[in-house]
């Protein structure tokens, strides 16, 4: 079957695209930091600009907003369908399914259905595109203390086609909630485990794929003292006391918040998360194995959901005792994307800075892999 034109040219530019970042991310030191960095600044711009195309998830977040704040209808009751005059509505790809993000993103939503319908798509691309950004000037940031090529990390988190395309082009909240992580993130290293805890609690509740990295650096924050003049077993027992305390503090009062705005009701996007899982997307892992091997679907999801278990298993054992909680974040991350059998191109975004950070070429060697397996994602061959 041939292409259509306009599929097939994005096809190719897709593949150029991703040369290039891999030319980008290899010779970063030699293009130097003022080339690098426009070329981050000008394509994040630029695919903020322009329409979403290759999935409308975006007009379901306004949709969402506008059900809430427009309709008086509580978005993780009632899908879009609710309000079908709704001029977000002819937009919307899932037109019965209630929200599955969780209650911080819906909340400052909200704000948007002030707006026509167009003009906060473009809002949302805007934040998509600055969070990209903030993200990658942390990596760059944290590159430094770990011994890693700062330009080359940053290149490697913004430039990448599956985010420039998907996670920016196609204002996937994705991005805030992974700017909200990468913030727990660099809290660890900055001695403020408070902060970290506090941070990984909001990420949770803009999108709840985001708390992967938690529990490793709680081990982490656990087993690594931050000030070696302090005898290192009080150190750790209150730096992960700390931690434990601000995030707990954090979402006790976000749930307060929640309740207050939808009741209980906003659990229901955590159920709808992990109901997925009961999905597959055609270019899975999972899906693709069992396509070539002739196996049932079931089948090969239900063993790789076992093989991820036993990966986080040995990651948490390897933390423990001492090992790089970053890195196994960055390993858990990415065996979530493995493993998953709903696996969409933005997704790959969510281990990416922690990849970037890893010190591990051969985790950055298989996010690549994964990268060039998922170009033909979504694309409307």
Not at 22 to 31: A, E, F, M, T
Not at 204 to 210: D, R
Not at 248 to 258: F, K, M, R, S, W
Request: glycine letters at 8%; charged letters at 10%; one cysteine or more.
């Amino acid at each position: 079957m041939s292409l259509s034109p306009s599929p097939a040219l994005g096809y190719a530019l897709l593949w150029a695209g991703f040369t290039g970042y891999l030319v980008v991310v290899r010779w970063s030191g030699r293009l130097g930091r003022r080339a690098v960095w426009t070329a981050i600044v000008v394509l994040l711009a630029t695919f903020a600009c322009l329409p979403p195309s290759l999935s409308h998830d975006v007009y379901s977040y306004v949709d969402y907003s506008r059900l809430g704040a427009l309709h008086g209808i509580d978005p993780y009751l009632r899908g879009p369908a609710a309000a079908p005059t709704d001029p977000a509505f002819s937009h919307v790809d899932w037109p019965h399914t209630p929200s599955a993000y969780g209650p911080v993103f819906t909340l400052v939503t909200y704000p948007l259905a002030a707006l026509p319908v167009g003009v906060a798509v473009y809002v949302l691309k805007a934040v998509s595109a600055a969070a990209v950004l903030a993200v990658a000037v942390l990596v760059s940031r944290l590159a430094a203390r770990r011994g890693v090529e700062s330009l080359a990390a940053a290149a490697f988190v913004a430039l990448n086609p599956l985010v420039l395309v998907h996670v920016v082009g196609g204002a996937h909240n994705d991005a805030l909630a992974v700017l909200v992580m990468m913030l727990g993130v660099a809290a660890v290293p900055a001695a403020r485990p408070a902060a970290a805890g506090a941070a990984f609690a909001v990420a949770v509740a803009v999108k709840a794929s985001a708390g992967f990295a938690a529990p490793f650096a709680l081990l982490g924050v656990a087993r690594q003292p931050f000030d070696s003049a302090v005898a290192p077993a009080r150190t750790n027992r209150r730096a992960a006391g700390a931690m434990l305390l601000g995030g707990l503090l954090a979402a006790t009062a976000l749930a307060v918040g929640a309740y207050l705005a939808f009741g209980w009701n906003w659990l229901h996007a955590f159920g709808l998360a992990s109901a997925d899982q009961a999905h597959t997307s055609h270019l899975s892992v999972p899906t693709t194995i069992a396509r070539i091997a002739g196996i049932g679907k079931g089948t090969a999801s239900s063993a790789a959901l076992a093989l991820l278990a036993g990966l986080v298993a040995w990651l948490l054992v390897w933390t423990w005792r001492g090992g790089d909680w970053l890195r196994a974040a960055a390993w858990a991350g990415t065996g979530l994307l493995l493993a998953t059998s709903w696996l969409l191109p933005w997704y790959l975004i969510w281990p990416l800075p922690l990849v970037a950070l890893s010190r591990d070429r051969n985790l950055k060697l298989l996010v690549l892999a994964l990268t060039a397996f998922q170009l033909a994602a979504r694309i409307p061959l």
